[in-house]
């Protein structure tokens, strides 16, 4: 790296160092000729450093990573001391402005990497990204949430045994670090194959919220830009409650019937083999049965929605941790 800051040109614009710049990235036009553009915030520092990605809402519903990174950018969190920082809140502006998680075909934006300049329009947005901003990018954050009603514990996920990758995890603090292979067609997954260090941050529930989350999102970025170098040092570092916990494999506890459910153990809490964590009773109040984990583990995901079927989702359980 050389001891002197270059100017970057990024998506057609121009950052001098010292420079913060507003730059767009054009992903479609609506049926009046109306320009959809995802608004990108470049910091670019006078010192030499790394650049970092912070992005949200590949998938429109997911909101808490949104707010995770509107908090880093209005409290300066974003503004590094050296390096560049590239944030991009809401990556799926179409389906944010609906409330809906994918693109109005109903294709999964995080189904199309690394996309295709003349494929669909999920393909073209991923093109876009992975052409234009990935090829400057030495580590990038991924911020997503649970889906389907289903409410995740903060959480890293990462693929690979790189020792510095997890590294960073640890550094980032939150309570647990997934080991997991990247969903094909990822972003996570276009990262891995051209080796641009990614850690993918899950938190919270869709169409939600949470400051636990959103604190726990904010506190992670400033302890790794702290690592690095980038963070200002009128910002305080938070030290992490608790030692964070790798879960190398884990299943899912699926309802044996259908009917009301009501979840009897919070997300993030240790378990007992055998213990009741459930329970699924019709509306009528003629039968209860009890959901019993497997075995000892941590629950780390939490299905929160009122009703359902039999074999859908219920909890997410450890069961192998170091």
Not at 272 to 285: C, F, L, R
Request: aromatic content about 6%; charged content about 15%.
């Amino acid at each position: 790296m050389s001891d002197k800051t270059q100017s970057i040109s990024l998506l057609g614009t121009q950052v001098a160092p010292g420079q913060s710049v507003q730059a767009r990235l054009q992903v479609a036009y609506l049926h009046n000729r109306t320009a959809i553009e995802v608004p990108v915030f470049i910091e670019h520092a006078l010192k030499p450093g790394p650049t970092i990605l912070l992005l949200a809402g590949i998938h429109g519903d997911e909101v808490n990573g949104i707010e995770i990174i509107r908090q880093c950018i209005a409290k300066g969190i974003t503004k590094p001391r050296k390096g560049t920082t590239i944030c991009i809140p809401v990556v799926n502006v179409i389906g944010y402005v609906h409330n809906q998680r994918d693109l109005p075909d109903g294709r999964d934006l995080n189904r199309a990497f690394p996309g295709k300049k003349t494929g669909s329009l999920a393909a073209q947005i991923a093109h876009q990204l992975t052409q234009s901003v990935l090829p400057y990018v030495d580590l990038a954050l991924d911020f997503h949430t649970g889906g389907a009603q289903r409410y995740n514990a903060p959480q890293i996920r990462l693929s690979g045994q790189d020792p510095e990758l997890l590294k960073m995890a640890k550094i980032f603090g939150a309570p647990f670090v997934i080991h997991n292979k990247p969903t094909p067609k990822s972003l996570r997954h276009t990262c891995d194959k051209k080796n641009i260090p990614l850690l993918l941050f899950e938190g919270g529930k869709s169409n939600n919220i949470t400051p636990l989350i959103s604190n726990a999102g904010v506190n992670g970025v400033k302890r790794l830009m702290h690592h690095l170098d980038m963070l200002s040092p009128k910002f305080k570092v938070s030290v992490p409650k608790h030692q964070t916990v790798e879960i190398i494999s884990s299943s899912w506890v699926r309802a044996g019937s259908a009917g009301m459910f009501k979840p009897l153990i919070e997300v993030g809490k240790w378990t007992e083999k055998g213990s009741v964590i459930g329970q699924i009773s019709d509306p009528y109040g003629q039968s209860l049965s009890p959901v019993l984990a497997p075995n000892a583990g941590y629950i780390f995901n939490v299905n929160q929605a009122p009703t359902v079927y039999q074999g859908d989702a219920l909890f997410h359980l450890s069961s192998e941790i170091r």
